[in-house]
């Protein structure tokens, strides 16, 4: 820790910038060319050796891409605080009134947001509803949802697996997991577009804003129904298992509006991740088709191709810090009331925690070191989850559809170096005989 840096603005004038990456320009981040191309990659390794941490002032935010500078950050929960890091950056249209209850326009008490001891608190009586056992009990019903997207197209030999697979997969899962009809699918994919677009862009038109808002308001009164109906009668869902936890240290169980912080917090957070986590094994795998062969040909190498995508490729590019205090990463001093970018897809190519980091490997030992889920205290509480939506999505496709082939060149990414996924992915194959 550093008593130097006295304010943001101060310590920023002098601070260190590394000139080439621009978050804000989106051939700096991705652009649908074959990842080996993609400029991203070696910028950053170039950022980790000559300027590991440095300060973004297109974004305000300083950005830490080495491996063990961003465990280190990870595990200091105090200096770097989660407390207002994911905050919507649009005001509230006058017109619209929050309801008491309604944890908009942050995410409430999702864990994403909390700090010890409370995180600690939250999250342990929400462990139970995550532990892989409980979560596998959902196995076959992942498998039928991945299944029925396959009949749609199979016949077809030709596809756009974004929309048509990678998309509707997790969005179904998620409403089934938390006792929604399937049908609330659609529903909660317009909810969480707009949420992600207010929270990403402060200059929307304000009739729009207006119209996305009230979208926000009606997804909230559909969740806090759908809690107190499970109140009065529990059934085999996360809602009920969230209703009922109750810690063995007499800790207070949830209350409504963390559960439905919570709620918000998972269609949010476990959506477009696993969406792109499915696209990008695609990629990955496709990128030199022996790999995808090989998995064909032994399908117990799928949890190896999960992880290692999540390394290479991960959905997470990185995510926010708060920092609480003047404080100092990696040999860099930044200053109290900043905003930190930590940039786990830079860290997963490290080759100080990884050997041969740009090589996509199969059969890496330490594959599972990666943070494409984050680590420690805020380690990706839906991670058993994402892992065998990922696996169950995988071992269909390639079962199913083992000729398949992508064009890797139609795959455009939006400008954003939070999470980007493939907007379109075309692939073909030949459909099986009849
Ligand atoms: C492949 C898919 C996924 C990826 C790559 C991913 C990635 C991450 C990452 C990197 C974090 C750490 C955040 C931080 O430290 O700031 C995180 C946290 C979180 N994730 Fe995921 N996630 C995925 C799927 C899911 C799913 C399916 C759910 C829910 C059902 C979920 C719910 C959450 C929540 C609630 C947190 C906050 C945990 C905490 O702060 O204690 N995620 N995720």
């Known amino acids: 820790m550093t008593t130097e840096a006295t304010s943001t603005t101060d310590a920023t004038a002098k601070c260190p910038v590394f000139a080439d990456f621009d978050p804000l320009v989106p051939h700096h981040l991705d652009t649908g060319r074959p990842i080996s191309e993609q400029l991203p990659w070696p910028l950053l390794a170039r950022a980790r050796r000559e300027q590991p941490v440095f300060y973004m002032p297109q974004i305000d935010m300083w950005c830490v891409t080495r491996y063990d500078d961003i465990r280190a950050m990870l ?21 619209i009134t929050i309801p008491e209850g309604c944890p908009y326009p942050t995410i409430g008490d999702s864990v994403a947001n909390l ?30 949802i991945a299944n029925a997207c396959i009949d749609k197209f199979i016949d077809q030999g030709e596809v756009d697996l974004v929309p048509a697979y990678s998309n509707p997969i997790p969005i179904q899962v998620i409403a089934m997991v938390l006792g929604f009809p399937i049908e609330a699918a659609d529903r909660f994919r317009k909810w969480t577009d707009d949420f992600l677009e207010l929270l990403a862009n402060p200059g929307l038109p304000h009739d729009r804003a207006v119209e996305m808002w009230n979208g926000l308001l009606d997804s909230f009164e559909y969740i806090r129904n759908h809690v107190q109906s499970r109140r009065e009668s529990p059934e085999n869902d996360l809602i009920s298992d969230l209703l009922h936890a109750r810690s063995d240290d007499g ?14 917090s998972f269609v949010i957070a476990g959506t ?3 969406a792109t986590q499915i696209s990008h ?18 399908p117990s190498l799928v949890p190896n191709a999960v992880e290692e995508t999540l390394r290479y490729l991960g959905p ?35 080759e100080a925690a990884f050997e041969n980091a740009d090589q996509f490997d199969l059969h890496r030992k330490n594959m599972s070191h990666h943070i494409g889920f984050g680590a420690l205290k805020h380690f990706c509480i839906g991670a058993p989850l994402a892992r065998l939506e990922a696996q169950i999505a995988l071992e269909c496709l390639i079962e199913r559809l083992p000729s398949l082939q992508i064009d890797e060149q139609t795959a455009p990414y939006p400008p954003t170096c939070v999470m980007p996924g493939p907007l379109n992915l075309r692939a073909t194959w030949t459909p099986p005989a009849r």
């Open 272 to 274: 477009d991740t696993t």
């Open 115 to 144: 700090d010890p001891p409370n995180h600690t608190r939250v999250r342990k009586l929400m462990q139970y509803a995550f532990t892989p056992k409980r979560v596998g009990e959902r196995s076959e019903q992942i498998r039928e």
């Open 75 to 95: 595990r200091d929960t105090e200096t770097f605080s989660n407390a207002g890091a994911n905050e919507m950056r649009t005001e509230v249209p006058a017109e």
């Open 316 to 350: 997470v590019r990185g995510l926010n810090r708060v920092v609480t205090c003047d404080a100092e990463l990696g040999g860099v001093k930044i200053p109290q009331g900043s905003r930190l970018f930590w940039m786990g897809a830079a860290a997963n190519r490290d």
């Open 251 to 264: 800790a207070p169980s949830l209350s409504d509006f963390e559960i439905i912080s919570n709620t918000i």
């Open 281 to 298: 094994m695609v990629i990955c795998l496709q990128e030199d088709r022996s790999r995808w062969e090989e998995v064909v040909a032994d």
